[in-house]
């Protein structure tokens, strides 16, 4: 078996990893379109377009901290090292992977500069075989290649979602997306909107308070329980923009200089022919089986696709449960089976309130996604300590926005844990 893996972030990096002690597999390249591995955690001031004229992959500003403890950061296989602080700098985490590819022999199969333009089912082909077209971005050449599976791994925190704000193309200030947002400098002076309150939105809205008098944060989130500077205001909702005027939900408005958008990323799957028959619509890729396999051609898998979960420990959960299909430890369902599935499970999401934009939203459906993932594939699942320090500090992240990266926590079993916060010592389970 040939494997193509198309990206050498924390996922690919992942994918590979057990690809290559896999015995039934001869043959694995990651192909990689910029010079480094490490995907979002590689910082770079440049934003727009890299030297080769493609878009700048990765959304990574410079005094970025994680926002989750590196507790539950690291791979089952491979934690973080053990260190004073939880949460750390954005460098630690990409020496992370660095030393994660390098102990694992994953660094020497990285095609670097290899951008993949085009993956398509060949041709009459009797098994399923795939064409990947990649250009070396060094040489210029474009090469096509043959393998049997497809590890997509390309992250999704990379092309701007941009909401339909009424005025915001008429807008007279800047506008400005948070992918693009490196420090905070260039702000200076200016009244800034900043729309959304995820971790980049209210992160840096925080930030930019140390560089402007006026900043106004946006938001629909419900539980802050945070204390902010006195030169940050809260607002619901925008309604719409006028001119250089900001009209929110509950009828206030704001003269603003700056609309900043935090307001996360759209998936994309440029190099997927339609023939591989992934649409996306409204943040929905479909149809996945799992949000792993591709139905209608299940020698391809995605890794990465589900958010708010413990990224790595997931990735390789996704990545042992589809090697075992791979090498035949389970066998996946039918094409028909794999359909009525996610149609099943569509069905559940909406019944539960979910919107078709969460399709792939997890949160308090981690431990059960986990569970099903390993059960099927008889692999072991995640700790649930890790699921547990995860919302615990999620929920420290919204009460106490200014400080939660001061705590520390440690696990102290795969169901118990410890966190030092404020000074205070306290056991959890
Ligand atoms: C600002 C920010 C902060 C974050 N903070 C945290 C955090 O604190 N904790 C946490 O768990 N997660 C965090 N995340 C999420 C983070 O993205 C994931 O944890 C994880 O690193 C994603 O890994 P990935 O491999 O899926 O994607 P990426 O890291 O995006 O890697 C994808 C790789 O694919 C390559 N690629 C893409 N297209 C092609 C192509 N056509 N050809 C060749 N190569 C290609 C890219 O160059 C890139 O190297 C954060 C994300 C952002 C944007
Ligand atoms: C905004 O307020 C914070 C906290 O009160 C303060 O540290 C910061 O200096 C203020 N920013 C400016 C530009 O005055
Ligand atoms: C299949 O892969 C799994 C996970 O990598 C491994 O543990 C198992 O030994 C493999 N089985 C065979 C039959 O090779
Ligand atoms: C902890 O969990 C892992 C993975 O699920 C398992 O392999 C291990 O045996 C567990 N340890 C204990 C002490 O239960």
Known sequence: ???????AGAAGLCAARHLLVEPCVTHVDVLEQTSQLGGTWVYTETTGYDDFGLPIHTSMYKSLRTNLPKEVMGFPDFPVPESEKSYLPAKDMLAFLQSYAEKHGVTEHIKFKHHVQLIKPKQGATAELWDVTYKNLITGVTETKEYDYI??????????????IPGLKQFQGDVMHSHDYRVPDIFEGKKVLVVGGGPSGMDIALEITSVTEKVILSHHVKEVGSVF???????????????????????????????FLCTGYQYNFPFLHESCNIVVEDNCVEPLYKHVVNVQHPTMCFIGVPYYVCAFSMFDLQVRYYVRSMNGTFKLPTPNEMMRHWEEEKIDRASRGFTRRQAHMMGPDQEKYYASLASEASTETIPSVITKIREESSIRFLNNLQNYRQDVYKIIDNDTYEILSNGKREILC
Do not use: W
């Open 151 to 164: 590890f997509v791994c390309n992250g999704h925190y990379n092309t701007p979602f941009i909401p339909d």
């Open 1 to 7: 078996m040939r494997v193509c893996v198309v990206g």
């Open 229 to 259: 500077p006195s030169n940050l205001t809260q607002k619901p909702d925008v309604e719409k923009l006028d001119g250089n005027t900001a009209y929110f939900k509950d009828g206030t408005q704001e003269e603003v200089d700056v609309v």
